[in-house]
Protein backbone atom coordinates (compact mmCIF):
# COMPACT_ATOMS: atom_id res chain seq x y z
CA UNK A 1 0.00 0.00 0.00
CA UNK A 2 0.94 3.70 -0.48
CA UNK A 3 2.21 5.39 2.69
CA UNK A 4 0.98 8.95 2.72
CA UNK A 5 2.95 11.18 5.44
CA UNK A 6 2.19 14.60 5.96
CA UNK A 7 3.83 16.86 8.13
CA UNK A 8 3.42 19.31 10.29
CA UNK A 9 1.13 17.51 12.43
CA UNK A 10 -0.05 20.75 13.46
CA UNK A 11 0.33 24.14 12.65
CA UNK A 12 -0.54 27.30 14.88
CA UNK A 13 -1.00 30.34 13.04
CA UNK A 14 -1.94 33.72 13.00
CA UNK A 15 -4.75 35.08 10.20
CA UNK A 16 -2.35 36.56 7.83
CA UNK A 17 0.27 33.94 7.55
CA UNK A 18 1.28 32.06 5.31
CA UNK A 19 0.82 28.06 6.02
CA UNK A 20 2.66 24.99 4.05
CA UNK A 21 1.89 21.45 4.17
CA UNK A 22 4.23 18.52 3.31
CA UNK A 23 2.56 15.63 1.84
CA UNK A 24 5.42 12.62 1.00
CA UNK A 25 3.88 9.48 -0.84
CA UNK A 26 5.98 6.08 -0.27
CA UNK A 27 5.95 5.38 -4.62
CA UNK A 28 5.11 7.71 -7.47
CA UNK A 29 1.65 9.07 -7.69
CA UNK A 30 2.59 9.28 -11.35
CA UNK A 31 0.02 7.08 -12.83
CA UNK A 32 -0.45 4.98 -16.24
CA UNK A 33 -2.55 7.87 -17.55
CA UNK A 34 0.03 10.49 -17.41
CA UNK A 35 -1.61 11.98 -14.46
CA UNK A 36 -0.79 12.56 -10.67
CA UNK A 37 -3.79 12.10 -8.44
CA UNK A 38 -3.06 13.65 -5.26
CA UNK A 39 -5.82 15.47 -3.89
CA UNK A 40 -6.20 17.81 -0.86
CA UNK A 41 -9.29 18.33 1.50
CA UNK A 42 -10.21 19.88 4.19
CA UNK A 43 -12.27 18.57 7.68
CA UNK A 44 -13.46 21.47 9.36
CA UNK A 45 -14.32 20.31 13.03
CA UNK A 46 -17.44 18.88 13.34
CA UNK A 47 -18.19 18.57 9.29
CA UNK A 48 -17.77 16.03 6.65
CA UNK A 49 -14.90 16.44 4.70
CA UNK A 50 -14.65 19.02 1.58
CA UNK A 51 -13.22 19.23 -1.16
CA UNK A 52 -9.84 21.86 -2.07
CA UNK A 53 -7.52 20.68 -5.21
CA UNK A 54 -7.40 17.11 -7.28
CA UNK A 55 -4.89 16.24 -9.56
CA UNK A 56 -2.09 18.06 -7.72
CA UNK A 57 -3.03 21.89 -7.86
CA UNK A 58 -6.44 21.65 -10.00
CA UNK A 59 -8.65 23.97 -7.57
CA UNK A 60 -12.13 23.12 -7.19
CA UNK A 61 -14.30 25.85 -8.25
CA UNK A 62 -15.29 27.30 -4.77
CA UNK A 63 -11.57 27.12 -3.54
CA UNK A 64 -10.47 30.62 -2.77
CA UNK A 65 -6.82 31.84 -4.95
CA UNK A 66 -5.01 31.93 -1.45
CA UNK A 67 -4.79 27.68 -1.54
CA UNK A 68 -2.39 26.35 -4.05
CA UNK A 69 -1.15 22.68 -4.80
CA UNK A 70 2.48 21.72 -6.10
CA UNK A 71 4.98 18.76 -6.24
CA UNK A 72 4.96 15.66 -8.38
CA UNK A 73 6.24 12.06 -8.23
CA UNK A 74 6.30 11.56 -4.18
CA UNK A 75 6.32 15.16 -2.81
CA UNK A 76 3.51 17.36 -2.68
CA UNK A 77 2.40 20.92 -1.15
CA UNK A 78 -0.39 22.68 -0.28
CA UNK A 79 0.00 26.50 0.61
CA UNK A 80 -1.91 28.87 1.89
CA UNK A 81 -0.96 32.37 1.05
CA UNK A 82 -2.63 33.93 4.00
CA UNK A 83 -4.42 32.17 6.67
CA UNK A 84 -8.55 33.23 7.42
CA UNK A 85 -10.29 32.39 9.90
CA UNK A 86 -12.47 29.52 8.03
CA UNK A 87 -9.41 27.45 6.92
CA UNK A 88 -9.17 26.23 10.48
CA UNK A 89 -9.16 22.49 10.67
CA UNK A 90 -7.48 19.44 9.64
CA UNK A 91 -5.67 19.23 6.13
CA UNK A 92 -5.63 15.27 4.62
CA UNK A 93 -3.74 14.62 1.27
CA UNK A 94 -4.81 11.35 0.07
CA UNK A 95 -3.27 9.65 -3.27
CA UNK A 96 -6.07 8.22 -5.79
CA UNK A 97 -3.47 6.54 -8.40
CA UNK A 98 -2.90 3.02 -6.76
CA UNK A 99 -5.84 0.99 -4.75
CA UNK A 100 -6.07 0.87 -1.92
CA UNK A 101 -6.67 4.68 -1.94
CA UNK A 102 -4.67 6.07 1.28
CA UNK A 103 -4.90 9.01 3.05
CA UNK A 104 -2.35 11.07 5.09
CA UNK A 105 -2.69 10.90 9.16
CA UNK A 106 -3.76 14.92 8.49
CA UNK A 107 -2.52 18.20 9.42
CA UNK A 108 -4.27 20.08 12.03
CA UNK A 109 -4.24 23.92 11.47
CA UNK A 110 -5.30 25.93 14.69
CA UNK A 111 -5.52 30.10 14.33
CA UNK A 112 -3.17 31.82 17.50
CA UNK B 1 -26.94 21.77 -5.96
CA UNK B 2 -25.38 18.02 -5.36
CA UNK B 3 -26.75 16.47 -2.42
CA UNK B 4 -25.18 12.85 -0.75
CA UNK B 5 -27.58 11.70 1.92
CA UNK B 6 -26.32 8.74 3.98
CA UNK B 7 -28.52 6.85 5.91
CA UNK B 8 -28.97 3.21 7.32
CA UNK B 9 -26.30 3.59 10.39
CA UNK B 10 -26.71 2.42 14.15
CA UNK B 11 -25.84 0.51 16.92
CA UNK B 12 -25.28 -3.43 15.75
CA UNK B 13 -23.22 -6.33 17.39
CA UNK B 14 -20.44 -7.92 16.37
CA UNK B 15 -20.67 -10.64 13.86
CA UNK B 16 -23.85 -9.04 12.67
CA UNK B 17 -24.85 -7.57 9.42
CA UNK B 18 -25.46 -3.64 8.43
CA UNK B 19 -26.67 -2.19 5.36
CA UNK B 20 -26.11 1.48 4.38
CA UNK B 21 -28.14 3.54 1.54
CA UNK B 22 -26.86 6.99 0.13
CA UNK B 23 -29.10 8.80 -1.83
CA UNK B 24 -27.78 11.09 -4.62
CA UNK B 25 -29.09 13.77 -6.38
CA UNK B 26 -27.92 17.04 -8.70
CA UNK B 27 -26.06 15.13 -10.93
CA UNK B 28 -26.24 11.97 -13.08
CA UNK B 29 -25.83 9.35 -11.01
CA UNK B 30 -25.22 6.47 -14.08
CA UNK B 31 -21.86 9.00 -15.14
CA UNK B 32 -19.72 8.91 -11.98
CA UNK B 33 -17.58 6.36 -10.00
CA UNK B 34 -19.35 6.21 -6.02
CA UNK B 35 -17.05 5.35 -3.04
CA UNK B 36 -16.89 4.75 0.33
CA UNK B 37 -14.72 6.35 3.01
CA UNK B 38 -15.04 6.03 6.95
CA UNK B 39 -13.62 8.04 9.44
CA UNK B 40 -13.18 5.97 13.02
CA UNK B 41 -13.80 8.06 16.10
CA UNK B 42 -11.15 11.31 16.37
CA UNK B 43 -9.79 9.60 13.63
CA UNK B 44 -8.16 9.70 10.04
CA UNK B 45 -9.97 8.97 6.94
CA UNK B 46 -10.03 5.02 5.75
CA UNK B 47 -11.17 4.64 1.86
CA UNK B 48 -13.39 1.35 2.11
CA UNK B 49 -14.91 0.68 -1.42
CA UNK B 50 -15.30 2.06 -4.94
CA UNK B 51 -17.82 1.19 -7.38
CA UNK B 52 -17.03 2.24 -11.53
CA UNK B 53 -20.55 3.97 -12.61
CA UNK B 54 -22.00 1.18 -14.29
CA UNK B 55 -21.58 -0.86 -11.39
CA UNK B 56 -19.18 -3.52 -13.42
CA UNK B 57 -16.16 -3.64 -11.10
CA UNK B 58 -15.84 -2.92 -7.53
CA UNK B 59 -12.56 -2.50 -5.46
CA UNK B 60 -11.95 -3.13 -1.66
CA UNK B 61 -8.94 -2.09 0.48
CA UNK B 62 -8.29 -5.88 2.79
CA UNK B 63 -9.35 -4.60 5.46
CA UNK B 64 -13.29 -5.17 4.61
CA UNK B 65 -12.83 -7.19 0.84
CA UNK B 66 -14.77 -10.52 1.79
CA UNK B 67 -17.09 -8.55 4.37
CA UNK B 68 -18.12 -5.74 2.43
CA UNK B 69 -19.62 -5.20 -1.10
CA UNK B 70 -20.75 -1.78 -2.29
CA UNK B 71 -23.38 -1.87 -5.33
CA UNK B 72 -25.49 0.38 -6.75
CA UNK B 73 -29.19 1.08 -8.30
CA UNK B 74 -28.80 3.57 -11.43
CA UNK B 75 -32.24 3.37 -12.10
CA UNK B 76 -32.92 4.78 -8.47
CA UNK B 77 -30.17 7.40 -7.75
CA UNK B 78 -28.30 4.70 -4.56
CA UNK B 79 -25.36 3.97 -3.76
CA UNK B 80 -25.17 1.21 -1.02
CA UNK B 81 -22.66 -0.91 1.31
CA UNK B 82 -23.18 -4.30 2.68
CA UNK B 83 -21.28 -5.05 5.71
CA UNK B 84 -21.66 -8.43 7.16
CA UNK B 85 -19.17 -9.73 10.22
CA UNK B 86 -18.99 -6.49 11.58
CA UNK B 87 -16.05 -5.97 14.27
CA UNK B 88 -15.52 -3.41 17.05
CA UNK B 89 -12.29 -1.61 14.88
CA UNK B 90 -15.57 -1.17 11.85
CA UNK B 91 -16.97 1.82 14.27
CA UNK B 92 -17.19 4.68 12.38
CA UNK B 93 -18.94 7.40 10.25
CA UNK B 94 -19.29 6.21 6.98
CA UNK B 95 -19.40 8.80 4.34
CA UNK B 96 -20.21 8.22 0.38
CA UNK B 97 -18.55 10.11 -2.32
CA UNK B 98 -18.80 10.60 -5.51
CA UNK B 99 -15.93 10.70 -7.81
CA UNK B 100 -14.27 13.34 -9.87
CA UNK B 101 -10.98 12.60 -11.93
CA UNK B 102 -8.97 10.53 -9.18
CA UNK B 103 -10.45 12.49 -6.52
CA UNK B 104 -13.77 12.55 -4.25
CA UNK B 105 -15.37 15.79 -5.20
CA UNK B 106 -18.40 15.58 -3.28
CA UNK B 107 -18.73 14.01 0.43
CA UNK B 108 -21.94 13.06 1.99
CA UNK B 109 -23.03 13.96 5.73
CA UNK B 110 -22.22 10.67 7.01
CA UNK B 111 -23.82 8.41 8.57
CA UNK B 112 -21.83 6.56 12.45
CA UNK B 113 -21.72 2.60 12.42
CA UNK B 114 -21.14 1.95 15.85
CA UNK B 115 -20.24 -1.69 17.03
CA UNK B 116 -20.44 -3.40 19.85
CA UNK B 117 -22.45 -5.72 22.28
Known amino acids: DVVMTQTPVSLSLAIGQPASISCKSS???????????LNWILQRPGQSPKRLIYQVSKLYSEVPDRFSGSGSETEFTLKISRVEAEDLGVYYCWQGTHFPYTFGAGTKLELK | EVQLVETGGGLVQPGRSLKLSCVAS????????MSWTRQAPGKGLEWVAS????????YYPDSVKGRFTISRDNAQNTLYLQMNGLRSEDTATYYCTRGYYGSFAYWGQGTLVTVSS
Open chain 2, 51 to 58: ITNSGGST
Open chain 1, 27 to 37: QSLLGTSGKTF
Open chain 2, 26 to 33: GFTFNNYW
